[in-house]
């Protein structure tokens, strides 16, 4: 069961990425590559804030996301809005990521930066776990939840779906598709910084955590769906459990780090089986 | 000034980089530092690696980017070679080319179904993997440690001298970049562009979208396989930690700093992202900074690259010396411009053709016959079947009942380049036009699989090469000359205004003298004067013996230059017959101004499934 | 009376494609405008100009007395203009309700303040009220004009402009979408119908202009008309109707 926790939180991590992913593949159909390292430079805001500065939890949070949400708005001003064709987004967002952890590298090194948040291990369910564990999974379960009941019950939740179905229908009634498109930019920012700091204590904040986090959370993307919340965080959690079945059953056999190759094997299958994932409807349109 | 450039541009431009590898060659009888000779050696290694990126990449257009992992795999397939006792060290530099060449096609695949996004990650997930699968095979690789029983190398059984590995890096490289350039600056080349540009288009000259990404993926890996080979002989020790992010974001701030699309943007781009890591360790702790820096920059402002400033200031000059455009070509003795050599035209037949999308009967049963030598219309209101009609010939979409054939032999199941390869061709409504080739290199587009020659011999540009090349050019004088745009020939064509680019698909269509030209909606957009151009031109092209197939809403177009028109009205034939016939049946004019019964095609018929048209 | 919408000399296209060269009509409240023509002519290509979809590359554009040549689209909904596309572009995942609802973003006020908006769209469309909450890629092709119309509606607009709104539909749907066109009409809305079918726009038309290959070929009150099938003729393009006259 211990294995089966720490599959859920990691895989919980996994799951925020795609979550971040899906938030912008929906406003604007782009893809940020950088959202992994959005998120980890909220993990680094969070240990300035706690271990650094010394700062009441709450303040950390509210930090960490308005640090990252201001990041994020410029990466959507430079990265983004310039650049109209998906190939060379690619490559822009990559750059931003990169010098986001160019620059996390700068300031804090590139030890891994421990983040304390001394609670006692629990025993839940004859396995054991730590809050922040419990916490992970809780929090990207509520906020899959919450963009649902955002964009089925606030206009400009309605607004932002409709704006991915047709973005000129959407315009014809009245949405102001660019102005939507960067406020949910930078709500994927502020996400990201909540998120990093949550994931903190689990992960460390690492510079290289960012690459690994994003390749992942694709995978946890395409399994899901490009779109789908629900399909990101299921797709989340099953690469999060594979990971760890895989490195307890057969890496102690084989002695070898497999875990990575097993996600790749995943994400292999899922591209030549089912190229949507399980619940999208777009395949991600051939070039 | 002037007249000083002029005399420069004389020489060929391969000279001056060739000069520059002579250069190369020559420098250590200089007696330079060893830090200088070793900073090149390593300029030139990562070189090998940017140039597979701007093969696939830059010029293909695919996502491709794993080439470090191939880089690896080179390195590590000579480094396991020479420990297990050959240390022939072309043997290790085919063999790492083999082993890049199997990772790039393996990574490659995804990009064969799917989008850019699921390639890019997939061969970026490959770089995350290389330091564990080496771990996994750690007793014959050294795991992390590296592998460190690396024997000198060899060459024909020759020990190499200390010194040696500098001129075997060096001429490697150069004779990678000639054959990179020879590939590049020849029909293959704009053949890249062309799938670069679109698919769709691709498809519609002959290209096999298939083949080409995999020769496109395939000859990315090679010279990384190269480089990994040279790597692993030139510090006797591979480590996977040379193979990590950071290098592969810096290939790619290479790549895009000298310029995707160029050939020797490569070198430059190695030279400075090999001078910042040469630099003290504080610049080691900016270089994430810089290379993702470059990126942003190169993506969003610098698109081509300082190849692409370098290209853009070199035409300024030569317009100013007045050497560019060329002027146009004089025309073969006793060949009339306004006349097109016969071409043998098909006959193109549908027979009680049906399609169906889920509830909706697009099509039913509808049969025609497009006469080579004749010019047929196909005309109808929106709903009525024509897109569909159009979609179906070009191989997009199956029929479900019915047959359609081309000068008797039948298209059934075959795929879009197929049907081209049989002679079919067309334009289409948005001209499809790739950046950054001349007018005259996207007719020659055209018939870049009704005339072959094979990469092999565009590398050694053999007599095979020469000749075809010759047939290019002179076809594409002759039909630039009949749609008027001979002028033009060297001109980029993407600037040229919309009617000149229309003439410019009427001409890359007739480059492989197509059996069937279907011309969809042409004289969309144009003015009176232009649309009298079209006319012209395609009375010439039908009188040359081709079907000619006009799709058109333009009314009066059709009446004074069709032999034959269709009216096609709710998936079947409502009329068909003379322009004076048409024109006075009053059911076709009822059906134009009443009422479309539903269940018709999908009703956004303009943008259906071929991406590049344009929503009405 | 002025009109509320004023087009001159308009040209457009999408990129370089010049698909409008030099078009002219106007509107008034509580009136219908036709524009009639064969597919091609550029009848969707100046609704979209209109509504701010295509750029305006000659001529000018005047709402209310003011140039909006420059203005931006989605404001445009807000002073007034609502476009009812051509294909029925409902959000088809979101349900008729939400849809509608969507229709009334521009008027800034929270989701559920809308209901008196949304029962008046629903007695004008009794067939909406039934099929509230399923998703409107569910409906046919008919309840989804309706419904297009509804949401266009719910923005309170002063000018409406459909675009072939009998398209797809079968003569008697297309006859009662017609008379909640004149319904419409009657409550003071500018309307600007775009169709092929001429009968049915000619039957609820004040006033009627034929576009050509981007060119306006007549222009005339309904009342002005009468021969039908020269309206046709030259809807066709085969009469210059303008010479002779």
Sequence with gaps: MTLIYAGLSIGAVYALVAIGYNIVFIASHSFNFAQAQLMMIGAFVAYAGYVTFKLPLVAVLALAMVVVAAIAALEER?????????????????????????????????????????????????????????????????????????TRRRMGGLALVAMSQDEEAATLRGVDVRKLAFAAFAVTGLLAGLMGAVMAPRTFAITTLGTALALKGFVALAIGGFGSMWGGLIGGFTIGLVEQLVGRYLETRLDAHLSNLSIFVVLLLVLMIKPTGLFGRVQERTV | MLALWAAVRKVPTWVFPAVVGLVVLVLPSLQPAYEVTRQIQLTLILALVVSGLNISLGYSGQLAIGQVAMYAAGAYTAGLLSSAGHTDLLLQIAAAGLAALVVGIVTGIPGLRLGSWSLAMTSFFLVLLVPDIVELFAEETGG????????????????????????????????????????????????????????????????????????????????????????????????????????????????????????????????????????????????????????????????????????????????????????????????????????????????????????????????????????????????????????????????????????????????????????????????????????????????????????????????????????????????????????????????????????????????????????????????????????????????????????????????????????????????????????????????????????????????????????? | MTPLLDVRGLATGYGDIRVVWDVSFQVWPGKVTALLGRNGSGKTTSLRAVAGLNPVQGGQIEYDGRRIDRVAAHKRVKAGISYVQEGKRVFRQQSVEDNLRLGGYTLGVRRSALDADIDRVYELFPILEEKRRHPAGSLSGGQQQMLAIGQAIMARPRLLMLDEPSGGLAPSIVAEVMSRVSMLKESGLAILLVEQAVEAAVDVADHVTVLDIGKVTLSSAVGEISDLERLKDVCMGRVAAIEES
């Excluded at chain 2, 040379?242 to 050939?263: D, P, R, Y």
């Excluded at chain 2, 610098?302 to 035409?315: D, K, S």
């Excluded at chain 2, 997009?396 to 019915?402: C, L, Q, V």
């Excluded at chain 2, 289409?428 to 990469?455: H, K, N």
């Design chain 1, 78 to 150: 430079i990265a983004i809005r310039p650049v109209s064709d998906h190939q060379t987004q690619l490559i822009t967002t990559l750059g931003f990521g990169t010098v986001l952890t160019g620059v996390a590298q700068l300031i804090w090194g590139t030890q891994p930066k421990e983040v304390r948040v001394g609670v006692e291990p629990l025993s839940v369910l004859g396995g054991r776990t730590v809050p922040i564990e419990i916490a992970l999974v809780v929090l990207a379960i509520a906020l899959v939840v919450a963009i649902n009941i955002y």
């Design chain 2, 144 to 616: 992390h440690l590296g592998l460190a029983t690396i024997m000198p190398p060899t060459i024909f059984g020759q020990a190499l001298p200390d010194d040696a590995m500098y001129y075997v890096i060096a001429v490697v490289t150069i004779i990678w970049f000639a054959v990179f350039r020879n590939v590049v600056a020849s029909r293959h080349g704009i053949a890249f562009q062309v799938l670069k540009q679109s698919p769709v288009l691709a498809s519609s000259v002959g290209m096999s979208v298939f083949r080409t990404k995999l020769t496109g993926y395939a000859i990315g890996a090679v010279p990384a396989g190269f480089a990994g080979a040279l790597l692993a002989n030139l510090d006797l020790f591979v480590t996977p930690e040379a193979f990590s992010f950071h290098m592969a974001t810096g290939t790619l701030a290479a790549s895009i700093l000298g310029g995707s699309v160029s050939v020797y943007g490569a070198i430059f781009g190695a030279s400075v992202v090999e001078f910042g890591n040469n630099q003290s360790s504080s610049f080691a702790e900016y270089a994430l900074v810089f290379f993702g820096a470059f990126l942003l920059i190169g993506g969003v402002l610098l698109r081509g690259g300082v190849a692409g400033l370098l290209r853009t200031g070199i035409r300024r000059l030569d317009r100013a010396a007045g050497i560019w455009p060329r002027p146009a070509p004089a025309l073969a003795a006793g060949g009339d411009p306004a006349t097109l050599p016969p071409i043998e035209g098909g006959a193109l037949e549908v027979k009680d053709v049906a399609k169906a999308f889920g509830g909706n009967q697009a099509l039913r049963g509808v049969s025609l016959r497009a006469e080579p030598g004749k010019v047929t219309a196909l005309i109808g209101p929106n709903g009525s079947g024509k897109t569909t009609l159009l979609n179906l010939i070009c191989g997009f979409y199956r029929r479900d009942t019915g047959t359609i054939t081309v000068a008797g032999s039948s298209i059934d199941g075959a795929s879009p380049h197929r049907i081209a390869r049989l002679g079919v061709a067309r334009t289409f409504q948005t001209p499809l036009i790739p950046p950054g080739v001349s007018v005259a290199e996207v007719v020659i587009s055209g018939r870049y699989t009704s005339d072959r020659a094979g990469f092999l011999s565009a590398v050694l540009r053999s007599p095979k090469f020469r000749r075809v090349r010759r047939r290019d050019l002179a076809r594409a004088e002759e039909v630039l000359s009949l749609v008027g745009l001979a002028h033009l020939f060297d001109i980029e064509a993407a600037t040229l205004p919309l009617g000149q680019r229309r003439m410019l698909e009427v001409a890359r269509a007739l480059a492989r003298e197509p059996k069937v030209l279907l011309l969809d909606e042409a004289a969309s957009g144009l003015d009176e004067a232009e649309v009298e151009t079209l006319a012209t031109v395609i009375r010439r092209i039908r009188d040359a013996g081709c079907a000619v197939i006009l799709v058109e809403h333009n009314f009066g177009l059709v009446l004074s230059l069709a032999d034959h028109i269709v009216v096609l009205a709710r998936g079947g034939v409502l009329a068909e017959g003379s322009p004076a016939e048409i024109e006075s049946d009053v059911r076709v004019r009822d059906e134009y101004l009443g009422i479309v019964e539903p269940g018709d095609e999908p009703t956004d018929e303009g943008s259906a499934t071929v991406p590049e048209r344009t929503a009405r």
